[in-house]
Nanobody, 122 residues
Framework: QVQLVESGGGLVQAGGSLRLSCAGS????????IAWYRQAPGKQRELVAA????????IYLDSVKGRFTIARDNAENTVYLQMNSLQPEDPAVYFC???????????????WGQGTQVTVSS
């Protein structure tokens, strides 16, 4: 079972940037796709970005394309979410997830981290 710990959340002004990190433990980390989800108050959790086990497959929520970038470092068992041009619709608790990313682009969620809060001030 993969265990995940997120970090890097915080308060940033609109238009600013943050980089979230998801540190994984367990020998199977490199064999799992890793995704970032977010959940704002009163809203459903939504998939923001996912990275396959290699560099060949990544998917993004339409509203973050061109602003967010997901990257992984298997040597460090870490996945990053670089968030630029943060907007008022981006604040949420961001969760890391280890699951399966299919060729179709569908993602099947697995183990969750505890989440990290992102707040954007206008």
């Amino acid at each position: 079972q993969v265990q995940l710990v997120e970090s890097g959340g915080g308060l940033v002004q609109a238009g600013g940037s943050l980089r979230l990190s998801c540190a994984g433990s367990g020998s199977t980390f490199s064999r799992r796709a890793i995704a970032w989800y977010r959940q704002a108050p009163g809203k459903q959790r939504e998939l923001v970005a996912a990275h396959g086990t290699s560099g060949f497959k990544m998917i993004y929520l339409d509203s973050v394309k061109g602003r967010f970038t997901i990257a992984r470092d298997n040597a460090e068992n870490t996945v990053y979410l670089q968030m630029n041009s943060l907007q008022p619709e981006d604040p949420a608790v961001y969760f890391c997830n280890a699951g399966t990313l299919f060729v179709s682009g569908a993602y099947s969620a697995g183990a969750w981290g505890q989440g990290t809060q992102v707040t954007v001030s206008s």
